[in-house]
């Protein structure tokens, strides 16, 4: 069997299930559920060579095979669910008054976008546990991230507009500048640090950058006329090259293991 | 071959496993194939995952990732811990006095 070989579309279809069934468990070791993926995936590849298909290999009731899988893998510790909850309320409280700020940096309602900051986590756990349970019953292998996306985007950001608002501050320019420009400096060194390699991740990583770096150069008051028109194509074409040049100019060794 | 009823099966399969793994270094597709050679029947793989992290959850056997000789692609290989040989030892007692008892009552059967 040489290395290069791949899964037949029905044996892919599989595998594909029951991968993002394993990897959207709450509360699963990612390391460690990679490491298993990757070894069935090669006994998938073997038993494919030899004329068997994954389903007759590997178990017609992928779902409850699934579950022993996960019940048998390492779970996050007590500490690691603490510091997931703490990065997770501060991303939420960091997005969601962004958005604020964007809205009207005069009422920002900081004590509302604290709770919401709790609840919004909550929230996404919960679509990931429906998006899951209908893996292996959708027609279609779907990531459960654009799921998630979705949901926020379209359910879950303009329910917290209807929440009640307390808390409000005005927040001065120079915070939107600093915070603006700070946040894309940090998705893009991130982005870096991760080294895909990709061009479609850098395009994607360099829009959510954009959407931090362009209202913090408005704030600047400096966008009339085409410059200020020129500038969000600017920003996306300039960060993806940022990105991709970064990738390209840092030492591996600074860059994130890859963990297969 | 006859398929193993599954509650018959799942009370030997870890002793199965750790049987395969203390005669040799192997990975899981060698071990489902060992069991099948053996006469387990069509033991799914998928149950196999499962006892293996299992077993090395419980520090009975090790797995390493490396290189396969043959030249593939790196495999996991799986070797018996002291605490898995332990247990071995155990699970083979227990099965010699149950085939025992077994082979007594075939016995009896026949008087």
């Not at chain 1, 029905?10 to 594909?16: E, I, P």
């Not at chain 1, 490491?35 to 073997?46: C, G, K, N």
């Not at chain 1, 970064?246 to 060794?253: E, F, N, Q, S």
């Not at chain 2, 050679?37 to 069509?42: C, L, N, V, W």
Request: hydrophobic residues 50%; glycine residues 8%.
């Amino acid at each position: 069997m040489s290395e290069t070989e791949i899964l037949l579309p029905r044996n892919q279809d599989y595998y594909d299930r029951l991968a993002a069934y394993v990897t959207d468990a709450i509360g699963v070791d990612g390391v460690a559920a990679d490491s298993t993926l990757a070894e069935i995936h090669q006994d998938l590849l073997q038993a494919q060579h030899d004329g068997i298909g994954a389903a007759d290999y590997f178990g017609r009731d992928p779902q409850a095979i699934g579950d022993e899988i996960v019940a048998n893998l390492p779970h996050r510790s007590r500490r690691g669910w603490v510091v997931l909850g703490i990065v997770a309320w501060a991303v939420c409280f960091a997005l969601a008054g962004w958005r604020a700020i964007i809205l009207d940096p005069a009422r920002v309602p900081l004590g509302s976008l604290a709770v919401l900051a709790l609840l919004l986590p909550l929230a996404i756990l919960v679509v990931t546990a429906f998006h899951r349970r209908r893996t292996f019953t959708r027609k279609k292998v779907r990531s459960s991230f654009l799921t998630i996306l979705l949901a926020v985007q379209l359910v879950l950001l303009p329910l917290t507009d209807a929440f009640p608002r307390f808390g409000v501050v005005a927040v001065p320019a120079w915070f939107s500048v600093a915070a603006g420009f700070g946040f894309a400096a940090l998705l893009c060194g991130f982005a870096i640090w991760l080294g895909l390699h990709s061009w479609v991740f850098a395009v994607i990583v360099a829009v959510l950058a954009t959407l931090f770096a362009y209202p913090a150069a408005d704030a600047l008051g400096t966008l009339p006329g085409w410059w200020g028109r020129l500038l969000i194509p600017l920003l996306v074409v300039g960060l993806t090259l940022l990105i991709r040049g970064g990738d390209w100019l840092l030492p591996a060794k600074w860059q994130a293991k890859d963990r297969s | 071959m006859r398929r193993l009823p599954t509650q018959l099966l799942k009370g030997t399969l870890e002793g199965a496993l750790l049987q395969v793994i203390a005669t040799r270094e192997t990975y899981a597709y060698e071990i489902h194939q060992a069991l099948v050679e053996a006469g387990f029947g069509e033991v799914a793989d998928g149950t196999i995952y499962p006892l293996l992290l299992k077993l090395e959850h419980a520090k009975q056997i090790e797995g390493e990732r490396r290189a396969s000789p043959t030249g593939g692609p790196p495999r996991k290989y799986y070797h018996l811990l002291p605490a898995g040989a332990q247990a071995l030892a155990a699970f083979t007692a227990d099965w010699a006095q149950l085939a025992a008892a077994m082979a007594r009552l075939k016995e009896e059967n026949h008087e």
